[in-house]
T-cell receptor, first 116, second 113 residues
Framework: SAVISQKPSRDICQRGTSLTIQCQVD?????MFWYRQQPGQSLTLIAT?????????ESGFVIDKFPISRPNLTFSTLTVSNMSPEDSSIYLC?????????????FGPGTRLTVL | KQEVTQIPAALSVPEGENLVLNCSFT??????LQWFRQDPGKGLTSLLL?????REQTSGRLNASLDKSSGRSTLYIAASQPGDSATYLC????????????FGAGTRLAVHP
């Protein structure tokens, strides 16, 4: 299993500003994933972060809005840039249990973001 | 394109009832299916993972079944308790992948004493 922590746990931000969310895993993992959960909605994948390469973004998400860093095998950051109230969501990171898709995925506790 | 649907959207039951939550998916070529639990304002807790070659998995009072050919999974909760109150999400990997997940909208369960 993997234990994941996120910082901050929650924040209230003004529109037009940026927030960087940190995700730390207690073991080395190949892939890290960032999801968004808008109020009352389910989770949507934003991007996949691999160490040593550019993040891969899903349809509807762009690097200018959600830049991601992956400096090593246990850490990643997601920045929400130029925020608007529509960015108010819970942002969660997850990791693959590895072993080629035969293991579960583990999620961090999430960062609850409110944009005023 | 893979789509995941969960029925019902919400469920309120008295303590002690046996429950069935349903999940359906459109592309049967999946590596696995996972059931998660989410408590209000919290992250996700993995409950059960069923590999594509398996028919069911059990953990305590939880039993999940998978019928790939019909694109369906059910989560059975026996003898429900107030502590089971949460949102239950099912998720399958993107078509052709195995670790990027597509989630259903969830079933919001309330078990009252």
């Amino acid at each position: 299993s993997a234990v994941i922590s996120q910082k901050p746990s929650r924040d209230i931000c003004q529109r037009g500003t940026s927030l960087t969310i940190q995700c730390q895993v207690d073991s080395q993992v190949t892939m890290m994933f960032w999801y968004r959960q808008q109020p009352g909605q389910s989770l949507t994948l934003i991007a996949t972060a691999n160490q040593g390469s550019e993040a891969t973004y899903e349809s509807g998400f762009v690097i200018d809005k959600f830049p991601i860093s992956r400096p090593n095998l246990t850490f990643s950051t997601l920045t929400v840039s130029n925020m608007s109230p529509e960015d108010s969501s819970i942002y969660l990171c997850s990791v693959d249990g590895d072993s080629g898709g035969t293991d579960t995925q583990y999620f961090g506790p999430g960062t609850r973001l409110t944009v005023l | 394109k893979q789509e995941v649907t969960q029925i019902p959207a919400a469920l309120s039951v008295p303590e002690g009832e046996n429950l069935v939550l349903n999940c359906s998916f459109t592309d049967s070529a999946i590596y696995n299916l996972q059931w998660f639990r989410q408590d209000p304002g919290k992250g996700l807790t993995s409950l059960l993972l069923i590999q594509s070659s398996q028919r069911e998995q059990t953990s305590g009072r939880l039993n999940a079944s998978l019928d790939k050919s019909s694109g369906r999974s059910t989560l059975y909760i026996a003898a429900s308790q107030p502590g089971d109150s949460a949102t239950y999400l099912c998720a399958v990997p993107f078509s052709g992948g195995y670790n990027k997940l597509i989630f259903g909208a969830g079933t919001r369960l309330a078990v009252h004493p």
